[in-house]
Nanobody, 130 residues
Framework: QVQVVESGGGSVQAGGSLKLSCIVS????????MAWFRQAPGKEREGLAV????????YYTDAAKARFAISGDYDKKMAFLQMDDLRPDDTGVYYC???????????????????????WGQGTQVTVSS
């Protein structure tokens, strides 16, 4: 059984920063891909960033490029999302997702794989006010 728990959400003014954390409890092998998604009010869920932990490869979608950074402490089964220069349209529920792949990649395919086969946390709310 795998459990994923996010923390670090909150309310911030536009231009501010937040760092989200995620910890994974896995019975056996630690996940080798960890990603962050979000869902804004009235919008579809979207992927933000993914990391392949075995080689450190990362991939960012356009929504996250330049302002967000994914990192991790894989010995502790943790992942982080540093978010800077936050904007009101970054408001939403942010989800950490953990899983396994065997292709050594971190890209859009990996994000789609995690939508179907990943283990999701309950989400943490981020609210950015103008």
């Amino acid at each position: 059984q795998v459990q994923v728990v996010e923390s670090g959400g909150g309310s911030v003014q536009a231009g501010g920063s937040l760092k989200l954390s995620c910890i994974v409890s896995a019975y056996k092998t630690s996940p080798n891909v960890m990603a962050w998604f979000r869902q804004a009010p009235g919008k579809e869920r979207e992927g933000l960033a993914v990391m392949y932990t075995d080689n450190g490869s990362t991939y960012y979608t356009d929504a996250a490029k330049a302002r967000f950074a994914i990192s991790g402490d894989y010995d502790k089964k943790m992942a982080f999302l540093q978010m800077d220069d936050l904007r009101p349209d970054d408001t939403g529920v942010y989800y950490c997702v953990a899983g396994w792949t065997n292709d050594g990649r971190a890209d859009s395919v990996t994000l789609r794989h995690l939508v179907a086969a990943g283990f999701w946390g309950q989400g943490t709310q981020v609210t950015v006010s103008s």
